[in-house]
């Protein structure tokens, strides 16, 4: 069955980079998209961007245009979501989800709970 | 950006009784709205797309209408399950989609 099972938690230091994976099980991720969205604590969803697994495009939220950047890699199944220059209102819980052109999203990840602290 | 307005913010009732919950777009969205459930420490549950289609084994009390800018999720007879954060979201501008604020069912 379809499955998208991501990393462990991180403890980052404001300033640095943090990387989630996002592995997919029971379909080629190749054949569709990738969302990734975040929940700071106690608050909404907030959508960070989408990228196709089928050919690398790309489309970030304004907000994260500049240190944000979301990767796959086929032979893993696997999707990647980077953010660079981290700041302690990033501190939130990560989420991946399968994103199928015209249809809403099916699947999602456990989410990965990213703590930004000095 | 489509800005999507949930309401109320909190809906304190009952088990047994129906719960209406309202998302308004700020501008026409379609047909291109969907409901999430989302419990504390799990991701968000898809239930309901294109405004008013239960998603795979979503129980028949959930329901969802509307179209263009105002929409709604009925849930017909509360179970103590159905206690949790709905969240609307848009994909009228794929895949830049929005979602809005959150409206918490209470147990009363």
């Known amino acids: 069955q379809v499955q998208l099972v991501q990393s462990g938690g991180e403890v980052k230091k404001p300033g640095a980079s943090v990387r989630v994976s996002c592995k997919a099980t029971?379909?080629?991720?190749?054949?569709?998209?990738i969302i990734w969205v975040r929940q700071a604590p106690g608050q909404g969803l907030e959508w960070m961007g989408w990228?196709?697994?089928?050919?690398?495009?790309?489309n970030y939220a304004q907000k994260f245009q500049g240190r944000v950047a979301m990767t796959t890699d086929t032979p893993t199944n696997t999707a990647y979501l980077e953010l660079r220059s981290l700041r302690s209102d990033d501190t939130a819980v990560y989420y991946c989800?399968?994103?199928?052109?015209?249809?809403?999203?099916?699947?999602w990840g456990q989410g990965t709970l990213v703590i930004v602290s000095s | 950006e489509v800005v999507l307005t949930q309401s109320p913010a909190t809906l304190s009732l009952s088990p047994g009784e129906r719960a209406t919950l309202s998302c308004r777009a700020s501008q026409n969205v379609g047909s291109y709205l969907a409901w999430y459930q989302q419990k504390p420490g799990q991701a968000p549950r898809l239930l309901i797309s294109d405004a008013s289609n239960r998603a795979t084994d979503i129980p028949a009390r959930f329901s969802g209408s509307g179209s263009g800018t105002d929409f709604t999720l009925s849930i017909s007879s509360l179970e103590p399950e159905d206690f949790a954060v709905y969240y609307c979201?848009?994909?009228?501008?794929?895949?830049?989609?929005?979602f809005g604020q959150g409206t918490r069912l209470e147990i009363k």
């Open positions: 990228i196709s697994a089928y050919n690398g495009d790309t």
């Open positions: 029971g379909y080629p991720l190749n054949t569709y998209g």
């Open positions: 979201q848009q994909r009228s501008n794929w895949p830049r989609i929005t």
């Open positions: 989800a399968r994103d199928i052109p015209g249809y809403d999203n099916d699947y």
